[in-house]
T-cell receptor, first 114, second 111 residues
């Protein structure tokens, strides 16, 4: 069953702690993305990667870090430097095979900082 | 000015109504246009994909792109309560650039 999985679904963290969100895809997509969604804010791009071992900052990368060691995995670390990390985090992937590719999303992880 | 503007709603319509959702954008270089549907606490799912100007129809859904006016629309005919969701427009410059999203419009279809 092909798709994008994110874990955990809900995550609670104390202030000052780093936390890593998992994103895995078995669609053989080259590109992967992380977005943050806040109420009334739409989706804002954090980081994206178009190929293994390479990634670029999005619009709101401060306080976040990523790695892309494998094609199917793109974990996101929310560091203690992120001032307001409580949000819904969405991972997406797409092919880079041509102009008609588009993004498919995972189910999301809701992070709450206590 | 935001790159993509979308009225957040909420929009409430009776079952069976025709719904019109819209986005405007400022960057005339956008070429690919998408509509996503997002149910509460779920990831967005792709609904419609169009390239350049024109119309595309899929069942009860029609996507319209007017590049001269920098305006895109999604029409839902015979709306159903199951259409109640947030609808996000998205667009990109070329095939490999990240999507730029509108803030989403929350739609409620009342039975």
């Amino acid at each position: 069953d092909g798709g994008i999985t994110q874990s955990p679904k809900y995550l609670f963290r104390k202030e000052g702690q780093n936390v890593t969100l998992s994103c895995e895809q078995n669609l053989n997509h080259d590109a992967m993305y992380w977005y943050r969604q806040d109420p009334g804010q739409g989706l804002r791009l954090i980081y994206y990667s178009q190929i293994v071992n390479d990634f670029q900052k999005g619009d709101i990368a401060e306080g976040y870090s990523v790695s892309r060691e494998k094609k199917e995995s793109f974990p996101l670390t929310v560091t203690s430097a992120q001032k307001n990390p409580t949000a819904f985090y969405l991972c997406a992937s797409s092919t880079t095979a041509g102009p008609r590719d588009t993004q498919y999303f995972g189910p999301g992880t809701r992070l709450t900082v206590l | 000015q935001k790159e993509v503007e979308q009225d957040p709603g909420p929009l409430s319509v009776p079952e069976g109504a025709i719904v019109s959702l819209n986005c405007t954008y400022s960057n005339s270089a956008f070429q690919y246009f998408m509509w996503y549907r997002q149910y509460s606490r779920k990831g967005p799912e792709l609904l419609m994909y169009t390239y350049s100007s024109g119309n595309k129809e899929d069942g009860r859904f029609t996507a319209q792109v007017d590049k001269s006016s920098k305006y895109i629309s999604l029409f839902i005919r015979d709306s159903q309560p199951s259409d109640s969701a947030t609808y996000l427009c998205a667009m990109r410059l070329t095939g490999n650039t990240p999507l730029v999203f509108g803030k989403g419009t929350r739609l409620s279809v009342i039975a």
